[in-house]
């Protein structure tokens, strides 16, 4: 009897001990499951912000469109403004909004439709928005790198200071023909166009007034703009300068966009008005729209 209640115990043991084990193998396929299907979701991303950007089918308000020969990038550049309602009827002088991915194919259209609408709610105040229409994304919104990993997903890189030197020296100056500016002007972008503001921001930050970056793509280059921010920052200007910047979910940069608030409100120079919204529950593809409003708001009435 003492042997068949041992083997009984064995038996159930056994049991027990097969059970744990396909338990562990289930929740661990189902974490690789997990992981693979992250990962591949983040490379999809990558590619996405090297190409020509999402493409959108929102409806756009009036606007006009005109075409530049630029100097800079030896190209023809299709330009898009919008204005506010009443900016034809009035001689103010408005500051002017610009974005990367301003293409119709690209976010000017949602852009713009918001800036319409928390205008005419009378929650901003009023702005020229102009949008420049992407050619080659991947080479215009990067700086140089010296990674392998970052060349495969955009192998035309390092173009960003010559895309900054024409919107400054011949966008600009442009549209202040072109339009009643006041002067002041700022910047928005998302992902790889997020990269292009920080980068912006913390090299030539006289370039903009202001600055909105969405989930800016700060694994570039071995997070090179954040591994650098400290040194950046004692150089920054004397002249007033507004930020606001948000990060999503993507591991890979929102470990950056909290380590850089961490940073700012170590280093942040006193003429530096900042804000970081941390939104862990949007992912890269939805945290443009997501706060786009918020930052509006905040950065437009700040001015």
């Known amino acids: 009897m003492r042997g068949q209640g041992s083997i009984s115990r064995i038996m159930k043991k056994t049991k027990s001990d097969i059970s744990a084990s396909f338990v562990h193998s289930l929740t661990t396929t189902k974490s690789n499951v997990m992981l693979k299907l992250i990962t591949i979701r983040f490379i999809v991303n990558l590619l996405i912000s090297c190409s020509n950007g999402t493409i959108t089918n ?23 403004v919008w204005k506010p309602s009443g900016y034809n009827e009035s001689i103010d002088s408005l500051p002017v909004l610009y974005m990367p991915d301003g293409g119709t194919k ?13 205008f005419e709610a009378q929650k901003i105040e009023p702005i020229i928005l102009v949008g420049i229409e992407n ?5 215009d919104l990067t700086g ?15 173009g960003a200071k010559v895309f900054r030197a024409f919107i400054s020296k011949e966008l600009v100056p442009s549209i202040n023909l072109r339009c009643h500016t006041t002067g002041i002007k700022g910047i928005v972008g998302e992902s790889f166009a997020g990269l292009f503001v920080m980068e912006t921001f913390l090299i030539s930050p006289s370039t903009f007034d202001f600055y909105i970056a969405m989930d ?13 921010t400290d040194l950046l920052l004692s150089g920054f200007t004397a002249k007033i300068r507004s930020l606001w910047y948000a ?6 940069i929102s470990k950056h966009t909290k380590g850089l608030s961490i940073t700012f409100r170590k280093l942040a120079p006193q003429n530096l008005t900042w804000k970081y919204s941390d ?7 939805t945290i443009f729209k997501a706060t786009k409003e918020q930052a509006f708001i905040w950065a437009i009435n700040l001015i």
């Open 135 to 139: 050619t080659e994304r991947g080479r």
């Open 144 to 158: 140089a790198s010296t990674t392998a990993y970052d060349k495969q997903f955009c192998p035309v890189t390092d």
């Open 106 to 118: 690209e976010d000017f259209p949602h852009i713009a439709n918001t800036l319409a609408k928390r």
């Open 247 to 252: 990060g999503s979910s993507a591991e890979e």
């Open 216 to 228: 800016p793509s700060f694994w570039w280059d071995h997070h090179f703009l954040i591994e650098n």
């Open 58 to 80: 929102d409806s756009i308000p009036i606007y006009d469109s005109f075409t530049t020969q630029t100097e800079s990038l030896l190209e023809e550049r299709v330009i898009n």
């Open 279 to 285: 939104q862990p529950k949007k992912g890269h593809n």
